[in-house]
């Protein structure tokens, strides 16, 4: 098992930028695959990005394609989303989730390890 903790969001104005972290604890880091998720008002919760355990594979949304940026330190324990170019309809509860597969997946519900989220909006 695996314990997930967000920070880094915040309120910023369109066109800038945040980075999310995730730190993780317990079970070994690098035994999961992970995955950030969003979730806006009175909307399902959205698939962002991945990354494989060893980093060395991302995918990513369309919609946050080359302005987003997922990136891990498994020495750190730490997974991190570079949000660059913020549009106000990035605004959203990020999650950071892990999943033990190594089978890509975009499924919310794949993921049985979950973060508390963390809020970000952007103001036009």
């Known amino acids: 098992q695996v314990q997930l903790v967000e920070s880094g969001g915040g309120l910023v104005q369109a066109g800038g930028s945040l980075r999310l972290s995730c730190a993780a604890s317990?079970?070994?880091?690098?035994?999961?695959?992970m995955g950030w998720f969003r979730q806006a008002p009175r909307k399902e919760r959205e698939f962002v990005a991945r990354?494989?355990?060893?980093?060395?594979?991302?995918y990513y949304a369309d919609s946050v394609k080359g302005r987003f940026t997922i990136s891990r330190d498994n020495a750190k324990n730490t997974v991190y989303l570079q949000m660059n170019s913020l549009k106000p309809e990035d605004t959203a509860v990020y999650s950071c989730?892990?999943?033990?597969?190594?089978?890509?997946?975009?499924?919310?519900?794949?993921?049985?390890?979950w973060g508390q989220g963390t809020q970000v909006t952007v103001s036009s």
């Open positions: 317990g079970r070994a880091f690098s035994s999961y695959a």
């Open positions: 990354i494989s355990r060893g980093g060395g594979t991302t």
């Open positions: 989730a892990a999943d033990p597969s190594v089978l890509y997946t975009t499924l919310a519900s794949r993921y049985p390890y």
